[in-house]
């Protein structure tokens, strides 16, 4: 059992920037980022591979959010630049280790002017 503690989301202007912070209880072979609109489903935002630190993002995403990882805390972060209406939602942690797939609570993010 793995458990996820996010923190990091709030409220910003469009073109603002936050960070979001996901630490885990344990060891783990992928940690990601989704998220989900309101009335939409859940979409995997970037994923990034614990040992090989080998990272994918959602082409909605690419160039302006990175994600990295700091395995020493066995934490994940999620730098958000340039960050757009469309990228409001609920932001949630996920990682995957011993073939099970494990979630955070969700953190809000919320781009308003």
């Known amino acids: 059992q793995v458990q996820l503690v996010e923190s990091g989301g709030g409220s910003v202007q469009p073109g603002g920037s936050l960070r979001l912070s996901c630490a885990a209880s344990g060891f783990t072979f992928s940690m990601a980022w989704y998220r989900q609109a309101p009335g939409k489903e859940r979409e995997l935002v970037a994923l990034?591979?614990?040992?090989?630190?080998?990272?994918n993002y959602a082409d909605s995403v690419k160039g302006r959010f990175t994600i990295s990882r700091d395995n020493a805390k066995k934490t994940v972060y999620l730098q958000m630049n340039s960050l757009k209406f469309e990228d409001t939602g609920v932001y949630y942690c996920?990682?995957?280790?011993?073939?099970?797939?494990?979630w955070g609570q969700g953190t809000q993010v919320t781009v308003s002017s």
């Open positions: 990034i591979l614990s040992l090989a630190g080998i990272a």
């Open positions: 996920s990682a995957t280790t011993s073939g099970n797939r494990y």
